[in-house]
């Protein structure tokens, strides 16, 4: 083998890839060794990337941008090869806000849901806290443009406090928030106890949104270019193997186990196979795609991701539009290390790095270096697309809004 890597992450679901691709052999296939480190909150899976305790880190695509542009701690560069999946994070509120925002249940339409949560704040007149998972989270920026654009201000009706994802069902629970955005199995936890009921997926804010990210300091991956790949071609095939039907129950007992996320391996299926229970004693409603770690080049990391959640950060952080940090924040995900990696295998490359998202209502084809690629519905439900050839213009109207 040509290395060991060492790997931190969170105990959530969708940490699955590293986690399969260590124990299905993918990465031995590949000539690596992977060491995972499991930590509790993201403070900690940052730190211990960039004090050189980990070589790379499951983490939120945002705090990979933040840390690069040093928002909260002195600037180091970090480096996203890999995307290691979209959406997968749910809202859940206390059961009697759930059910005064959404009366007929289920998942509820997200602009119907924002108007009837300002009518609730307008009616009782006490502002809401809801719990996210760190202030550079993709849990954030979805959670707070929804919210936005619903008319409901952020910090003035709804105040946003940061808890580790493991703690966001107790609480939940104990009433410390009124509602969570978390990933599973968190939500599924907090519904099962009856601490809250499951109100939106984050799929249905932006269909296709980033969340989760393999992330490196530049300079480790750039000295260990060759173990990267690798590590990209095993996590690719890690993703393969996890969307199969087949392999559910094998990989839902996996994730279960004490070191990984040691949790309820019927939930953690749940979560794999689109499928949550919404409220306590409810019935289990499948919405596919929920998670979305496979198709449609989810794994490729777009420059165009990286530069919406750069506008977010602006928006939501108080920033003027700078071109240089907007430049560096592009270039935290690397799609040219994606195609270095899997340019031979058959996997389907795109031809471009970037792409104007939200912006497909059905079934695209679009021009590939390799392979066949269809992409589907991407939206945002407000059906505002963002292209990044009008970054700063795209920031300058959300500031108005």
Not at 342 to 365: F, I, M, R
Request: net charge negative; hydrophobic share 45%.
């Amino acid at each position: 083998m040509s290395g060991e890597l060492t790997v931190g992450f969170l105990p959530l679901v969708d940490a699955c890839l590293p986690i399969l691709a260590r124990e299905h052999g993918f990465a031995e296939a590949e000539g690596i060794s992977l060491r995972l480190v499991r930590d509790m909150s993201w403070a900690t899976v940052l730190d211990r990337l960039l004090y050189g305790h980990s070589d790379a880190a499951h983490m939120v695509a945002p705090l990979a941008i933040a840390t690069t542009l040093g928002r909260g701690r002195p600037a180091q560069p970090l480096s996203v090869p890999f995307v290691l999946g979209l959406n997968g994070n749910a809202v859940t509120m206390r059961p009697d806000l759930a059910r005064a925002v959404n009366p007929a249940g289920g998942l509820g339409d997200p602009a119907a849901v924002g108007a009837a949560l300002k009518a609730h704040l307008a009616q009782t007149g006490k502002p809401l806290r809801f719990g996210v998972v760190h202030r550079y989270s993709s849990h954030n920026y979805m959670l707070r443009y929804w919210l936005a654009a619903c008319g409901v201000r952020p910090e003035v009706d709804v105040e946003i406090t940061t808890i580790a994802p493991p703690f966001c069902a107790d609480a939940l629970e104990f009433g410390e928030v009124d509602a969570i955005c978390v990933g599973e199995p968190w939500n599924s936890v907090a519904v099962e106890r009856g601490a809250g009921e499951i109100v939106l997926a984050t799929a249905q804010i932006w269909r296709r949104g980033v969340e989760k990210v393999l992330a490196l300091r530049e300079p480790v991956m750039e000295e260990r270019r060759a173990d990267v790949e690798a590590l990209v071609r095993a996590l690719r095939k890690a993703g393969e193997h996890f969307v199969d039907p087949v392999n559910l129950d094998a990989n839902a007992a996996i994730l279960a186990r004490a070191e990984y996320l040691d949790g309820n391996a019927g939930l953690i299926r749940r979560a794999i196979s689109d499928r949550l229970l919404l409220a306590q004693g409810g019935q289990v409603l499948h919405y596919p795609d929920f998670m979305f770690q496979h198709r449609e080049a989810a794994n490729f990391p777009w420059v165009s991701q990286a530069e919406w959640l750069y506008s977010q950060m602006v928006r939501w952080d108080g920033l003027r539009f700078d071109s240089g940090d907007a430049r560096k924040a592009a270039r935290v995900f690397r799609p040219d290390v994606y195609r270095s990696a899997l340019l031979g295998t058959g996997e389907p490359l795109p031809g471009a790095s970037s792409k104007v998202e939200g912006s497909l209502g059905g079934p695209t084809s679009v021009s590939m270096q390799q392979g066949v690629i269809t992409l589907e519905n991407n939206r945002f439900f407000d059906r505002r697309p963002f292209d990044p050839a009008l970054l700063q213009s795209y920031i300058e109207s959300q500031s108005q809004t």
